[in-house]
């Protein structure tokens, strides 16, 4: 069964902090891997995807990486702000010529002013 | 707004009630989705239509009943719901499901925040 975890489950962290979520996979077999961010009472907002052919992909302050063949993808938060409060949440499709994604339990992240 | 609209936002409902949960979308996009997103659990998949063809209905009990009358609206009835279907519904949509590439990312509505008592 294919599975995406996220850890930590929530992080805190002080403004203009450095940071790292993680999500793993259990499958290596992925076409793609998402991060969104959901803020509360919100939907979720695609922030970067990776191809399975990628390393990494980079926006602004975020950057993610891919490490298939450990399982493994991070997003890499830099000089964070409040305004980056949110849940973050990882997923991944496996191809089989469909958008369909699985996704993780995501973090919670708390960026304290 | 991510051009993905749903609608009611907050639902209380009783067990024997009938209700329904409307999403639209004005991206022109082909596919649309319902998610269930419950507390401490992933995101989970219920329905997907492709052209207002539905093309995956990943086990999900008959008194969630989705409707798609054309490519960019979708509904989901509900009827003699349980207390563990309180949840958060979220509706997304995609250029097209039968296509996994970079620009085909799925845009999420807000939610319905729905508590069954």
């Known amino acids: 069964k294919q599975e995406v975890t996220q850890i930590p489950a929530a992080l805190s962290v002080p403004e203009g902090e450095n940071l790292v979520l993680n999500c793993s996979f259990t499958?290596?077999?992925?076409?793609?891997l998402q991060w969104f961010r959901q803020d509360p009472g919100k939907g979720l907002t695609s922030l970067l995807l990776?191809?399975?052919?990628?390393r990494e992909q980079t926006s602004g302050r975020l950057n993610a990486s891919l490490d298939k063949s450990s399982g493994r993808s991070t997003l890499y938060i830099a000089a964070s702000q409040p305004g980056d409060s949110a849940t973050y949440l990882c997923a991944s499709n496996y191809g089989g010529a469909t958008n369909k994604l699985i996704f993780g339990t995501g973090t919670l992240l708390a960026v304290q002013p | 707004e991510t051009g993905v609209t749903q609608t009611p936002r907050h639902l209380v409902m009783g067990m024997t009630n009938k209700k329904s949960l409307k999403c639209e979308q004005h991206?022109?996009?082909?596919?649309m989705y319902w998610y269930k997103q419950s507390a401490k659990k992933p995101l989970e998949l219920m329905f997907v239509?492709?052209?207002?063809?539905?093309?995956e209905n990943n086990s999900v009990p008959s008194r969630f009943s989705p409707e798609c009358p054309n490519s960019s609206h979708l509904f989901l009835h509900l009827h003699t719901l349980q207390p563990e279907d309180s949840a958060l519904y979220l509706c997304?949509?995609?250029?097209?499901?039968?296509?996994?590439?970079?620009?085909?990312?799925?845009?999420f509505g807000a939610g319905t925040r729905l508590s069954v008592l």
């Open positions: 997304a949509s995609s250029q097209d499901f039968w296509e996994v590439t970079a620009k085909n990312i799925q845009y």
């Open positions: 990776i191809q399975s052919s990628q």
């Open positions: 499958d290596s077999a992925i076409y793609n």
């Open positions: 239509y492709s052209l207002e063809e539905r093309v």
């Open positions: 991206l022109g996009h082909n596919a």
